[in-house]
């Protein structure tokens, strides 16, 4: 078997890029994930959710990745008919186009949550017990939601499906082991939260041009032209990062879902 295409520069650069972003945008799945474990009594059954939650997560979108496999392969056999728009339309353009339109409406929805929405964590503040089955049913509820964003994220991010089920399978391994510190560095730099969104801004802009039309998109090298984009402005804000240490530590706190006191203490007895 060749897997030659899998150690190119560009598979290479996108499954960096895809892992980052799975573990930035992920944050919120960790945490919402986390409440719901923390309702539950005994620090045994709150790490056996823990070991469910990671193992579910990565089959769930493993086979989600699977499907959306199946969906390229379908590429040039029309279901909309050249008849209808100048053009035909397979499955995996439709899913492409939609896909771009979800992760742009996403984006953007989640930008005005952050920013001026209602604050999720007074949702959460009485907190009630629950049985290891509610939080299993739960978690698994949670994050199909959640895995739908890292789907289309991965699709339009990368090209080989090796490369998005490996990129997802690590950061969903990072995501587990080190969520508190990922969550506090996110929490103490918010900014890096909102690039992460505004970079799949780009990405479902891109989904929707190679929905559209791939040929053009791949003659343009849109993809090259995104990564540079991201690529320039992550520097940009590490470069900034570096300039407010040294100038003053005041930040903007973004609306998130928070844990109370005892989340962290109860997770480390988990563990």
Partial sequence: MDLG??????????FFVLVVLEVVLGID????VSIIMNRLKDAKEQKRA??????????????????LGWLLSQKGKYVIPESWFGKGFDLASIVMLLGGLFLIYKSVKEIHTKLEGEDPSASVKNKQWISLGQAIGQIILIDAVFSFDSIITAGGTAKH????IAAVVIAMAVMFLFSPKISAFIHKHPTLKMLALSFLVMIGLGLIMEGWNERAAHELHLKNYIYFGMAFSFIVEVLNMFMRKRVS??????NAPTLDENTDKNSDQAH
């Fill in 5 to 14: 295409h899998l150690f190119t520069s560009e598979s290479i650069i996108s």
């Fill in 29 to 32: 799945n960790v945490i919402f």
């Fill in 50 to 67: 823990r070991y469910i939650w990671m193992a579910t997560g990565i089959l769930s979108r493993s086979l989600l990745l699977l499907a």
């Fill in 161 to 164: 499906v090796e490369i998005m």
């Fill in 249 to 254: 530590n005041k930040v903007v706190q973004l």
